[in-house]
């Protein structure tokens, strides 16, 4: 089931990346990447696990891929605040009161603000927040390689900041690219590309071009996630 929906959902975003004109967003990638950088800070704050921080993020890409006009430079933090929000409502078992999501926005927002643009969010979304994620391909793997689970954490949170990377390949393969990465950063002498592509089944181009991004995001990491 979570591999047809991983299908699925590669297909509509990549439709409608493709439908997006030139110039449409009116945030940078910049923009997303100091936003993304910010969630990840609040969402350790509110003890939020990685997955709800990844659908949070997704939902911030939805909403900015299917309605552009809707989000400017003024809204696009409360976009953040309020997609993780409904992440957090979404996956967590306990979540923090409306109240605390606005507080960290320092006077931004309101409360209503946050349940209008929550309204705006499950309109989009047509009330279906069942995103593929990384974690739950991933999930599988860790379970025989906890040890890898800190390296797997990093760099899924680094490929979050590349709008491209996240949105362009399948989680399942993201994932399995993800794990290759940890592997080779642990022993480099231990694994080859190869085994992995047969084991996954990932079609070589999509491995060679998701790990070429994926380790270049890594090489500037001091960069981009501090």
């Not at 609040?42 to 891929?65: N, P, S, W």
Request: aromatic share 10%; proline share 2%.
């Amino acid at each position: 089931h979570m591999e047809g929906l991983d299908v699925a959902f590669l297909a509509q975003m990549s439709a409608r990346v493709a439908r997006t004109q030139s110039g449409e967003w009116a945030v940078s990638a910049d923009m997303r990447r100091v936003l993304l950088r910010w969630l990840l800070q609040v969402g350790r704050k509110f003890q939020l696990m990685q997955e709800t921080l990844h659908i949070c993020a997704q939902i911030v890409d939805y909403v900015l891929v299917c309605e552009p006009a809707r989000i400017s430079k003024a809204n696009f933090q409360l976009l953040g605040i309020a997609a993780l929000f409904v992440a957090s409502k979404y996956n967590e078992i306990h979540t923090w009161e409306a109240e605390k999501y606005v507080f960290v926005c320092d006077g931004l927002y309101s409360v209503e603000q946050l349940f209008e643009m929550e309204g705006v969010i499950l309109t989009v979304t047509s009330f279906n927040l069942q995103f593929p994620t990384i974690q739950q391909f991933a999930g599988v793997a860790l379970q025989q390689h906890s040890r890898l689970a800190e390296a797997v954490a990093m760099l899924s949170n680094l490929a979050l900041f590349d709008f491209s990377l996240f949105n362009r390949f399948q989680k399942k393969h993201l994932a399995c690219v993800i794990l290759y990465l940890a592997l080779k950063i642990e022993s480099p002498q231990q694994v080859r590309s190869r085994d992995v592509m047969e084991a996954s089944n990932i079609p070589e181009e999509v491995f060679r071009e998701c790990s070429s991004m994926l380790l270049a995001l890594y090489q500037d990491r001091e960069r981009i996630h501090p």
